[in-house]
Every structure is written in C-alpha cells, then in structure tokens.
C-alpha cells in the first residue's frame, strides 16, 4: 500500500510533502501528533546520506528524555527535496500547504488522516480501504513488516516505542510472522 501511494504523490510542493510524510511516517513509526512534533532543528545527517532525528517527547516519555529516531537513506532525501522545495532551514518539518504554494509555520496532528485518505483515493484504492486508513496507518504497515521480515516483539516495540505488548498485538495479530510455525 505504501508503493501505492507514494505512485500518486507529485513533483510538486504538496506532492514532496507528502512523500517526505509517508516516508517518515514508515519509517519513524511515530504516532500522528509525534510526527507534527518534529523539527528540522533536531536532525543530525551522517556521512552515509542518513540521518537521525531527536523526538523530543511521546506518548511513552512523557519527562522529555528524548529518544532518537534513525532514518534510512530514501527517508532522508525525501526531507531534504521537501525541505528545498519548500525553503525551510528550521521550525517543524511537516507543514501544511495553503491553495497555492503557501506553507504554513505547521501541520495539525489531524491533518495526518485526511492526507493518508486522500493519497488513498487518487491511488484508486476500494472504498473500505480507504475508510480503513487512519493516521496510524504507516505505524501499523510498519510493524507488520517488520513482523514478517522476522523482528521480535522487542524489537518492533523499541521501533515503534510502544511499551505495552498488548498494544503491539492489535496491530499485528493478523499477520503470520516470517519464522512461524504455525
């Protein structure tokens, strides 16, 4: 589903925004409101054309310890071409667009679905899918993935920074993990 709607999204501002979302999104497994937290500020690059980004809080720290995030190589280009294009050096990554090419200071954690849902229609998926999307959407794919290429529970909860094994479960106790034996 991930390929799907990355297919759909432009060369354009909205467009690199979207992509830089979803593949964040993916990657970080972060929660709705902690990915509108991030800032540009908070990114360090690595000589490998990676980067890693500092979460200042979530759901799961809620002292402001902060926990980084490490990112892989097509999530990284995809924050620096939106970042180009949308000429933004600071201040949070995720931004909205206004008609036009008006960005704005910030995204709303709402807003999160709405482009899910969105790119999910211009990629023709069925209407159930599309009503089955949410602003965890990527967080879930991202689990079960890892699921099935073999990572443990531990694993996907330290990625995903849940701390409750039953919460992990709900999102992937459909898929058939990778070494199953059942």
Sequence with gaps: MLDKLLAVCGDDLRGLRNKALLLLAYDSMRRRAELVSLRVEDIQKSDEGKCSILLRRSKTDQTSSGHWIHLSRETTLALYNWFQSANISDGFILRGIHTGKRVVPELGASQVSRIFKSLARDAELNDEVVKGI?????????????LTRGASLPQIMVKGGWSKTDTVMRYIDKVRPHNSMF
């Design 134 to 146: 949410s602003g965890h959407s990527m967080r879930v794919g991202a689990a079960q993935d890892l």
